[in-house]
Every structure is written in structure tokens, then in C-alpha cells.
């Protein structure tokens, strides 16, 4: 089993459209949580931490359920540059791995 | 600031033919270093990890090695390439705390190097 399992989309959205995205991890012995962005052809970088209480960035509101093993990323009022692929990535302290989803495509239409 | 450098960007490489990527990082002491393979249309797939000068940790077998030779250098080899290994490999790093023996949580990502094999 995965890791790290995701939705792969595509998503097509018109601009200011709300969408969401989520993920499931296999091991509950993660600890930490975050949402990567990758462009195309381009390296990811960490968009936002998600924290057990939920947490807000903007228009990104992150989710954590411990208990179903979830992880959610909300995008609201989208805009065309937010079009990207949105990788799930979870950390166990244990070998300080981070294991990533195969993300999720999005892409944001006029 | 830290910044973290990988070349080559891009290579073309024969089946059977060797490999070297390497990987530096500047403005950081001691961070843990990775490396990761994405191929075409999947996910970041981690490959090694070195909490230290000489420590490598392999995450699935394969005909790649890494080696660690100094605290900011990370280099990824092979003696004979297989089509198989084409793909996008990204180096990155991250900071262990010194007082909970945790990660910071953030990785920090090479630019990548994209390499096909034909």
C-alpha cells in the first residue's frame, strides 16, 4: 500500500471557482503534514503546513483528520496562476523521510 | 541564506553508460539530504537519504548508489544505466532540530537534473 495516496485529476476550474483536493496516508505514525506545489517541469516547493487544528493562508485553508487519516487542501477565488500540480507530502520523525503523493493536477481556465 | 545546487540540469545518456549527479547546499551545516526520482506522469519517488558525512540510507533497490563525501555534498551514481532510470531527479535538504531531534518540516529542492536514457 502507498504511503501517501491521492486523486490524481485533472481538475479543471473556471477562475474565482472553490476546489478542493484531497489525501489519505497509510502510516499513523506520521507526524507532519504539508501541501507542495510543483509547476511544470519545475521542482516542488511547499505551499503551506497543515496543523491538527486547521490552518488558514489566504485563500488556501489546510485540513488535518487524524483519526480517518485525511489530509485536505481547500482552494478558494481561484486564480489562473494557481494551475499547478499540488503534491501531499507526509514526515515521520523516524529517518526524517517525507513521502509525497503523486499529486493532484489543477489547472485554472479564463 | 541557504541555497541548494544540482547539476548537470540536463543530460542524455546510452544504456549501460555511467552517471554522476551532484548536489550541493550553501549557508547550512549538517542538514539531511535526499534524493528523489520523479518519472513521467507519477510521483516523487525517495531514493536516498543521509542524515550525515558517510550515512546513506536506500530506500528501494535499484542499480543507483549515493554517497556523501563532505556535510554538503550529495552525489548519486551509477556504473550502467537502464532505460528504467530516465526521469527528473531532485536533490533536496532539510534542518534537524538539535533540542527534539526533529525536522523542521520543510524540504528544500535542487532545481533537478532530467535525465534520459536512450
Known amino acids: 500500500r502507498k504511503e501517501v495516496e491521492q486523486d490524481p485529476g485533472p481538475f479543471n476550474v473556471p477562475e474565482g471557482a472553490t476546489v478542493a483536493f484531497n489525501c489519505t496516508y497509510s502510516n499513523s505514525a506520521s507526524q507532519s503534514f504539508f501541501w507542495y506545489r510543483q509547476d511544470c517541469r519545475k521542482e516542488p516547493k511547499l505551499l503551506m503546513s497543515v496543523y491538527s487544528s486547521g490552518n488558514e493562508d489566504g485563500r488556501f485553508t489546510a485540513q488535518l483528520n487524524r483519526a480517518s487519516q485525511y489530509i485536505s487542501l481547500l482552494i478558494r477565488d481561484s486564480k489562473l496562476s494557481d494551475s499547478a500540480t499540488y503534491l501531499c507530502v507526509v514526515n515521520r520523525y523516524t529517518g526524517n523521510q517525507f513521502y509525497f503523493g503523486t499529486g493532484t493536477s489543477l489547472t485554472v481556465i479564463p | 541564506s541557504q541555497t541548494i545546487h544540482q547539476w548537470p540540469a540536463t543530460l542524455v545518456q546510452p544504456v549501460g553508460s555511467p552517471l554522476s549527479l551532484e548536489c550541493t547546499v550553501e549557508g547550512t551545516s549538517n542538514p539531511n539530504l535526499y534524493w528523489y526520482r520523479q518519472a513521467a506522469g507519477r510521483g516523487l519517488q525517495l531514493l536516498f537519504y543521509?542524515?550525515?558525512?558517510?550515512?546513506i540510507s536506500s530506500e528501494v533497490p535499484q542499480n543507483l548508489s549515493a554517497s556523501r563525501p563532505q556535510d554538503r555534498q550529495f552525489i548519486l551514481s551509477s556504473k550502467k544505466l537502464l532505460l528504467s532510470d530516465s526521469g527528473f531527479y531532485l536533490c533536496?535538504?532539510?534542518?534537524?532540530?538539535?533540542?527534539?531531534?526533529?525536522?523542521?518540516?520543510?524540504?528544500?529542492f535542487g532545481e533537478g537534473s532530467r535525465l534520459t536514457v536512450l
Open positions: 533536496a535538504w532539510s534542518n534537524l532540530e538539535f533540542t527534539t531531534q526533529r525536522t523542521t518540516g520543510e524540504l528544500f
Open positions: 543521509s542524515v550525515g558525512i558517510g550515512q
